[in-house]
T-cell receptor
Framework: DAGVIQSPRHEVTEMGQEVTLRCKPI?????LFWYRQTMMRGLELLIY????????DSGMPEDRFSAKMPNASFSTLKIQPSEPRDSAVYFC??????????FGPGTRLTVT | GENVEQHPSTLSVQEGDSAVIKCTYS??????FPWYKQELGKRPQLIID?????GEKKDQRIAVTLNKTAKHFSLHITETQPEDSAVYFC???????????FGTGTRLQVFP
C-alpha cells in the first residue's frame, strides 16, 4: 500500500491567490482528517470526514477555508484567498473507524 | 470539549537513561490514547497506543501507562538512543468519534 498521498509537497504562492491541497487516503479507510501544523499552534485538526461526509469542521479557521470529499479516494482543502498567516504544514490522515490514524507526508505551504 | 495537556515541552537525557512524558485529559469519556513520534521534517507516526480497558502496555523499550481516575497517561522510554530524538505527541479520543485531540508535543533530545 502506498499510504496516504498528498500533493503538492511544497507550495509557494502570493497573498490573495487560491491554494488547493489534495489527498488520497489509504484504500479501505473510511475516515479522513485534515490537520495544520505550526510552531505556534502545534497540530490542529481542521476538519474530518467519515464515509465522505464532513463530521466536524469546528477547527476550520474561517470562511476562506473549505474542504470537500467527493468520493472515498479523494479530498481537497482549499484556501481562498490565501494570507501569509496560512503558512504551515498541512497534513492529511486516514483511518478505519476509531483506529490508528496514518498521516500523509504533508504539504508545506508558504504564502508570501 | 476534550483538552489534552502535555509536559514537559522539552526533555534532554543522556543515552541509556529513561525518559518520561506525561499527559492529562479532561473528558472522562475518552477511551483511546495514542502516542505519535515526529522526526524533523517528517510525518507523525504512531508508536504505541492504549485503550481505557487496560492500565499499561509495553512494546520493547517503550511503554504507556493510564490512570483513568486521575485522567492522565504517560509514555516511558527506557535505554534511550540518539535515534529516539524527536517530538512526541500524546492524543485522546472518545468512543463515539474518530477525532483525536493532540497535546502540544515534547521535544526529546538524547545526547550520546
Amino acid at each position: 500500500d502506498a499510504g496516504v498521498i498528498q500533493s503538492p509537497r511544497h507550495e509557494v504562492t502570493e497573498m490573495g491567490q487560491e491554494v488547493t491541497l489534495r489527498c488520497k487516503p489509504i484504500s479501505g479507510h473510511n475516515s479522513l482528517f485534515w490537520y495544520r501544523q505550526t510552531m505556534m499552534r502545534g497540530l490542529e485538526l481542521l476538519i474530518y470526514f467519515n464515509n465522505n461526509v464532513p463530521i466536524d469542521d469546528s477547527g476550520m479557521p474561517e470562511d476562506r477555508f473549505s474542504a470537500k470529499m467527493p468520493n472515498a479516494s479523494f479530498s481537497t482543502l482549499k484556501i481562498q484567498p490565501s494570507e501569509p498567516r496560512d503558512s504551515a504544514v498541512y497534513f492529511c490522515a486516514s483511518s478505519r473507524t476509531t483506529g490508528e490514524q496514518y498521516f500523509g507526508p504533508g504539504t508545506r505551504l508558504t504564502v508570501t | 470539549g476534550e483538552n489534552v495537556e502535555q509536559h514537559p515541552s522539552t526533555l534532554s537525557v543522556q543515552e541509556g537513561d529513561s525518559a518520561v512524558i506525561k499527559c492529562t485529559y479532561s473528558d472522562s469519556a475518552s477511551n483511546y490514547f495514542p502516542w505519535y513520534k515526529q522526526e524533523l521534517g517528517k510525518r507523525p507516526q504512531l508508536i504505541i497506543d492504549i485503550r481505557s480497558n487496560v492500565g499499561e502496555k509495553k512494546d520493547q523499550r517503550i511503554a504507556v501507562t493510564l490512570n483513568k481516575t486521575a485522567k492522565h497517561f504517560s509514555l516511558h522510554i527506557t535505554e534511550t538512543q540518539p535515534e529516539d530524538s524527536a517530538v512526541y505527541f500524546c492524543a485522546a479520543s472518545t468512543h463515539n468519534t474518530d477525532k483525536l485531540i493532540f497535546g502540544t508535543g515534547t521535544r526529546l533530545q538524547v545526547f550520546p
